[in-house]
């Protein structure tokens, strides 16, 4: 579970709630069902007629790594490159083709297989690299959905609020009915405002932010299966790949 996820938005929500109460407002003046349904239903349908169906059903997917995602240990596939290195170093790189299986993560399996089959280093960098490019482009389009929802919502909410407002208008024979009915048509605008900032916009950056960690594992473990091909010294290729993580530390000066 991403705890910063879960902390994230019950705390963006919960702000929202408690201020309005500390305000003396209602909790049932900002639950507003026709409102939901203008902004939520109108947010979807735009956004629906923005991307393929595939690519929104692939954004939806993807909640579960932004609430339930967990980062990859760099230093356990550094500890691998090590053992595989020493192991191909010995007894050549067919010897690893038993260990191949074990390995979870598709990207570094499928660059070993194709290094133990005898493709040569340029064309495992290559052939990599460019799924390195189909992944990336897709996971951006991903995000993509998140960022055009969180600019349509916002939108759609000012259209909630003034059907709101034309309703209201419609009851002005009616004065003591005024105040309630204005504050009830805004209601669609803090559903959209705040479903964009506090949840699509930002959902849309975490899964940036972990598709830059992605990317930046996988060219580590492109650089130590071709390290392992050309037989670089264990230690030396040990210390090549460190660079990888050493680099984003926090509180390191630039």
Same mark, same amino acid.
């Given at each position: 579970?991403?705890?910063a996820s879960?902390?994230?938005?019950?705390?963006g929500?919960a702000?929202i709630v408690?201020?309005?109460i500390?305000e003396?407002?209602?909790?049932d003046s900002?639950?507003?069902g026709t409102?939901?349904?203008?902004v939520f239903g109108?947010?979807?349908g735009?956004?629906?007629?923005?991307?393929?169906?595939?690519d929104?059903l692939?954004a939806v997917s993807s909640?579960r790594?932004?609430f339930?995602?967990?980062d990859?240990d760099p230093?356990?596939y550094?500890?691998?490159?090590?053992?595989?290195?020493?192991?191909?170093?010995?007894?050549?790189?067919?010897?690893?083709?038993?260990e191949?299986s074990?390995i979870?993560?598709s990207?570094?399996r499928?660059?070993?297989t194709l290094a133990?089959d005898?493709?040569?280093?340029?064309?495992?960098?290559?052939t990599m690299?460019?799924?390195?490019?189909?992944y990336?482009e897709e996971?951006r389009?991903?995000?993509k959905v998140f960022?055009?929802a969180?600019?349509f919502?916002?939108?759609?909410g000012?259209i909630?609020?003034?059907?709101?407002?034309?309703?209201?208008?419609?009851?002005?024979s009616?004065?003591?009915?005024l105040?309630?009915?204005?504050a009830?048509a805004?209601?669609?605008?803090i559903?959209?405002v705040?479903?964009?900032?506090?949840?699509?916009l930002?959902?849309s950056k975490?899964?940036? =932010?972990?598709?830059d960690k992605e990317?930046? /594992? %996988?060219?580590m &473990?492109?650089?130590g299966?071709i $390290?392992i091909q !050309?037989?670089i =010294?264990?230690?030396y290729?040990e210390?090549? /790949? %460190?660079v990888? &993580?050493?680099e984003?530390e926090? $509180?390191?000066k !630039?």
């Amino acid at each position: 579970m991403d705890s910063a996820s879960f902390i994230g938005i019950i705390l963006g929500i919960a702000a929202i709630v408690g201020g309005n109460i500390f305000e003396g407002g209602a909790l049932d003046s900002i639950v507003q069902g026709t409102a939901a349904v203008i902004v939520f239903g109108g947010t979807a349908g735009a956004t629906l007629l923005s991307f393929p169906l595939s690519d929104v059903l692939k954004a939806v997917s993807s909640l579960r790594d932004v609430f339930f995602g967990k980062d990859p240990d760099p230093e356990s596939y550094i500890n691998d490159f090590i053992l595989y290195s020493e192991r191909a170093r010995r007894r050549g790189l067919i010897s690893l083709e038993p260990e191949i299986s074990k390995i979870k993560d598709s990207f570094f399996r499928k660059a070993l297989t194709l290094a133990v089959d005898g493709m040569a280093p340029n064309v495992v960098r290559e052939t990599m690299q460019q799924e390195n490019i189909t992944y990336e482009e897709e996971r951006r389009r991903i995000a993509k959905v998140f960022e055009t929802a969180g600019g349509f919502a916002p939108t759609i909410g000012i259209i909630g609020a003034v059907l709101g407002l034309i309703h209201v208008m419609e009851n002005l024979s009616d004065p003591a009915k005024l105040g309630s009915g204005i504050a009830v048509a805004f209601v669609a605008t803090i559903y959209g405002v705040g479903s964009a900032n506090l949840i699509l916009l930002p959902i849309s950056k975490k899964l940036i =932010n972990r598709l830059d960690k992605e990317l930046s /594992l %996988r060219e580590m &473990i492109l650089e130590g299966v071709i $390290g392992i091909q !050309l037989g670089i =010294n264990p230690r030396y290729l040990e210390e090549k /790949l %460190r660079v990888f &993580i050493e680099e984003k530390e926090p $509180g390191e000066k !630039l």
